[in-house]
């Protein structure tokens, strides 16, 4: 089956820098991938949709300025976190779509700022 | 908005035991509703699902049905496995197909013991 990657799979910054998390499509190209957040025995959080060439479009709530997405290529999206903070550490995770009935989930990246 | 509930967890059942996995949603129109299950390490993966009202969506001995008038989507196996130790998340999404944006229920771990 269609596989995502994410780099990294854990990372720890300190305050006030910034971190950015790579999703891959390992074997088949994505116009469109998601950005989830998760917290701790919560739900899986929609942050924003990342579509290859364009600007991403973000949920309600999400900053933009600081949560930056970038779709470069049909296999590769970045999320990158901006002058990070203690209440972003959270669990990051990526979804790549193929399809009407394909999206294809990557193992998640958890950020712990210090 | 939309939103999905499901049973808090964590789940532990011996082999063989029987399992059920309440979830619930709240949506406009006509959602199509998903089970999507995350082994250890590994991203989400699709595991069931189902489009419209009474529809039953079934894989790997899982099943579940559409329940409109209750508004329900419970998952269930007649007989756990160790390896069905994992967390499983109920979704849906309101503009049919998985590649579409999905909301989440906060997932439930599944712990199977010999």
């Known amino acids: 089956g269609a596989v995502v990657s994410q780099h990294p799979s854990w990372v720890i910054c300190k305050s006030g820098t910034s971190v950015k998390i790579e999703c891959r499509s390992l074997?088949?190209?994505?116009?469109?991938m998601f950005w989830y957040r998760q917290f701790p025995k919560q739900s899986l959080m929609l942050m924003a949709t990342?579509?290859?060439?364009?600007?991403?479009?973000?949920e309600q709530g999400v900053e933009k300025d600081k949560f930056l997405i970038n779709h470069a290529s049909l296999t590769l999206s970045t999320l990158t976190v901006t002058s990070a903070h203690p209440e972003d550490s959270s669990f990051y995770i990526c979804?790549?779509?193929?399809?009407?009935?394909?999206?294809?989930f990557g193992p998640g990246t958890r950020l712990t700022v210090l | 908005g939309d939103s999905v509930t499901q049973m808090e967890g964590p789940v532990t059942l011996s082999e063989e035991a029987f399992l059920t996995i309440n979830c619930t949603y709240t949506?406009?129109?006509?959602?199509?509703l998903f089970w999507y299950v995350q082994y250890p390490g590994e991203g989400l993966q699709l595991l069931l699902k189902?489009?419209?009202?009474?529809d039953k969506g079934s894989n790997k001995g899982f099943e579940a049905t559409y329940r409109k008038e209750t508004t329900s989507f419970h998952l269930e196996k007649g007989s756990v496995q160790v390896s069905d130790s994992a967390v499983y998340f109920c979704?849906?999404?309101?503009?049919?197909?998985?590649?579409?944006?999905?909301?989440f229920g906060t997932g439930t771990r599944l712990q199977v013991t010999l």
């Open positions: 979804s790549a779509r193929e399809g009407q009935w394909g999206q294809y």
């Open positions: 949506a406009t129109g006509y959602p199509s």
């Open positions: 074997d088949f190209q994505a116009t469109t």
């Open positions: 990342s579509n290859e060439g364009s600007k991403a479009t973000y």
């Open positions: 189902a489009t419209k009202a009474d």
């Open positions: 979704a849906l999404s309101d503009r049919g197909g998985t590649a579409s944006k999905l909301t």
